[in-house]
């Protein structure tokens, strides 16, 4: 037996973040793992403090709903904390029934397979459709939970730079030799960028080139498009879109994953997918809240609340625009049947509710972050890798019911911020330098 033994346990003492992190612990400049003491509303107390949110994914502001709360309860009192099994053996309830038949209704879609996570929801879908000898085909700014379930798959991956047509032809063209199937995945709005992937021109692509469709839309569902459904609905291409895969942890206010598309593929993934047959199936409450949630988006109220949210966006955005922050520009619509008149389009263009201020430098965003913690706004914070090299960036995003003193609020802190800090720390990119 050698001698020479390595300690698996050696990179967590010797990783190349490590003194990073803890001269960012030491000096209280950690911008993550912050804790929240109360609901998920416009403004919230976190560590002892009022702060304005603005790093939340609560898009239409439903987690604090009575009636989203009422129908948690009611699933608890009803069926329990925990289902303590899976969905294939004792862990279906009727509500996830009634929450498949309803997210296909909304989708407009054959058949929906809940999942206990949005995350195991790619697992279990693309660890499942593809196998070792096919192919898949991602943008380079899609969701970690994508590239998990490429992985898991064993299928050959071709990533394409994010949101380059040539580039996404280039990959599909060379897909052309590798036998098996492929597929193009992507995700309708993208997490940190808070852009819009431009499905049309994709699926004309995967149309010419025999391609298979996968649209993540976690950020896009409870947000674009008349009923909301997302950026395939938002752009007109959900007849062109083969699966449409989502998250309950956003705008439908409580935790989950779903994926919608033919019957026969979804009643695949049902007795085949490894994430969904062998995890215990979500608790009752979530499910409940979850159902409830959708009822409200699928109802007269939802025009509304997407119209709020939307309208939210444009104002910080612009905003934040106006102060001289480099932010993200508004998107014009492309396609022939895209929603023109969806709430939010304002003269054919979109923003979404994420709005990205362009920073950087990793520190420079950190201590930007820590300012606007201690001014009494919590955003997010994005650094390298989960961010290109040079590109660390603070993540913004609004909800349905922030309401516009709020959100004026928010800007004069951000204005009294930016003059302080560039004072100190010199000058922050301007608009349009990213």
Same mark, same amino acid.
Request: with cysteine.
């Given at each position: 037996? *050698?001698?020479?033994?390595?300690?698996? +346990?050696?990179?967590?003492?010797? $990783?190349?973040?490590?003194?990073?992190?803890?001269?960012?612990?030491?000096?209280?400049?950690?911008?993550?793992?912050?804790?929240?003491?109360? /609901?998920?509303?416009?403004?919230?107390?976190?560590?002892?403090?009022?702060?304005?949110?603005?790093?939340?994914?609560?898009?239409?502001?439903?987690? @604090?709903?009575?009636?989203?709360?009422?129908?948690?309860? #009611?699933?608890?009192?009803?069926?329990?904390?925990?289902?303590?099994?899976?969905?294939?053996?004792?862990?279906?309830?009727?509500?996830?029934?009634?929450?498949?038949?309803?997210?296909?209704?909304?989708?407009?879609?054959? #058949?929906?397979?809940?999942?206990?996570?949005?995350?195991?929801?790619?697992?279990?879908?693309?660890?499942?459709?593809?196998?070792?000898?096919?192919?898949?085909?991602?943008?380079?700014?899609?969701?970690?939970?994508?590239?998990?379930?490429?992985?898991?798959?064993?299928?050959?991956?071709? /990533?394409?730079?994010?949101?380059?047509?040539?580039?996404?032809?280039?990959?599909?063209?060379?897909?052309?030799?590798?036998?098996?199937?492929?597929?193009?995945?992507? #995700?309708?709005?993208?997490?940190?960028?808070?852009?819009?992937?431009?499905?049309?021109?994709?699926?004309?692509?995967?149309?010419?080139?025999?391609?298979?469709?996968?649209?993540?839309?976690?950020?896009?569902?409870?947000?674009?498009?008349? =009923?909301?459904?997302?950026?395939?609905?938002?752009?007109?291409?959900?007849?062109?879109?083969?699966? =449409?895969?989502?998250?309950?942890?956003?705008?439908?206010? &409580?935790?989950?994953?779903?994926?919608?598309?033919?019957?026969?593929?979804?009643?695949?993934?049902?007795?085949? *997918?490894?994430?969904?047959?062998?995890?215990?199936?979500?608790?009752?409450?979530?499910?409940? @809240?979850?159902?409830?949630?959708?009822?409200?988006?699928?109802?007269?109220?939802?025009?509304?609340?997407?119209?709020?949210?939307?309208?939210?966006?444009?104002?910080?955005?612009?905003?934040?625009?106006?102060?001289?922050?480099?932010?993200?520009?508004?998107?014009?619509?492309?396609?022939?049947?895209?929603?023109?008149?969806?709430?939010?389009?304002?003269?054919?263009?979109?923003?979404?509710?994420?709005?990205?201020?362009?920073?950087? #430098?990793?520190?420079?965003?950190?201590?930007?972050?820590?300012?606007?913690?201690?001014?009494?706004?919590?955003?997010?914070? &994005?650094?390298?890798?989960?961010?290109?090299?040079?590109?660390?960036?603070?993540?913004?995003?609004?909800?349905?019911?922030?309401?516009?003193?709020?959100?004026? =609020?928010?800007?004069?802190? +951000?204005?009294?911020?930016? =003059?302080?800090?560039?004072?100190? $720390?010199?000058?922050?990119?301007?608009?349009?330098? $990213?």
């Amino acid at each position: 037996m *050698s001698e020479t033994r390595t300690d698996v +346990f050696e990179k967590a003492r010797t $990783h190349e973040r490590l003194e990073q992190l803890r001269a960012a612990r030491e000096a209280d400049l950690l911008p993550y793992f912050r804790v929240l003491e109360g /609901p998920a509303r416009p403004v919230v107390e976190m560590e002892g403090a009022e702060r304005i949110m603005l790093g939340s994914n609560n898009y239409l502001g439903l987690t @604090a709903d009575e009636r989203v709360m009422r129908g948690a309860a #009611d699933a608890l009192e009803t069926y329990g904390t925990g289902l303590t099994g899976s969905r294939l053996l004792n862990g279906t309830i009727p509500l996830h029934l009634e929450l498949e038949r309803e997210l296909a209704q909304w989708l407009g879609t054959e #058949d929906a397979l809940v999942f206990t996570t949005g995350h195991q929801a790619n697992l279990g879908v693309l660890g499942t459709i593809l196998a070792p000898g096919d192919t898949v085909i991602a943008d380079s700014g899609d969701h970690a939970s994508i590239l998990d379930g490429c992985l898991l798959s064993r299928a050959k991956l071709r /990533p394409f730079r994010h949101n380059r047509m040539e580039k996404l032809e280039k990959a599909l063209d060379r897909a052309q030799g590798d036998g098996g199937g492929v597929l193009v995945v992507v #995700d309708g709005v993208f997490s940190m960028e808070g852009d819009v992937a431009p499905l049309p021109a994709i699926a004309d692509l995967c149309a010419s080139y025999g391609a298979r469709l996968l649209v993540d839309e976690a950020h896009g569902s409870g947000v674009l498009g008349h =009923r909301g459904a997302g950026a395939a609905e938002l752009l007109g291409i959900e007849d062109r879109t083969d699966l =449409r895969v989502g998250t309950f942890s956003k705008s439908l206010a &409580a935790c989950g994953g779903f994926v919608g598309g033919p019957a026969d593929v979804i009643d695949f993934l049902r007795v085949q *997918s490894r994430a969904y047959l062998f995890t215990a199936s979500a608790v009752p409450a979530a499910v409940g @809240a979850t159902l409830a949630a959708l009822r409200i988006l699928r109802s007269d109220e939802g025009p509304g609340l997407l119209s709020a949210v939307l309208d939210n966006a444009w104002a910080l955005r612009d905003g934040l625009e106006e102060l001289g922050y480099c932010v993200v520009q508004p998107q014009q619509l492309s396609g022939p049947d895209a929603q023109l008149d969806a709430p939010g389009v304002r003269d054919g263009a979109i923003v979404t509710p994420i709005i990205p201020i362009v920073v950087g #430098d990793d520190w420079k965003a950190v201590l930007l972050w820590r300012a606007l913690w201690d001014a009494g706004v919590f955003v997010n914070t &994005a650094l390298h890798p989960a961010v290109p090299p040079g590109g660390a960036l603070l993540r913004t995003s609004v909800m349905a019911t922030h309401d516009a003193t709020t959100i004026g =609020r928010a800007l004069e802190i +951000f204005a009294d911020v930016k =003059r302080s800090f560039e004072a100190e $720390h010199g000058p922050l990119p301007g608009p349009g330098a $990213h």
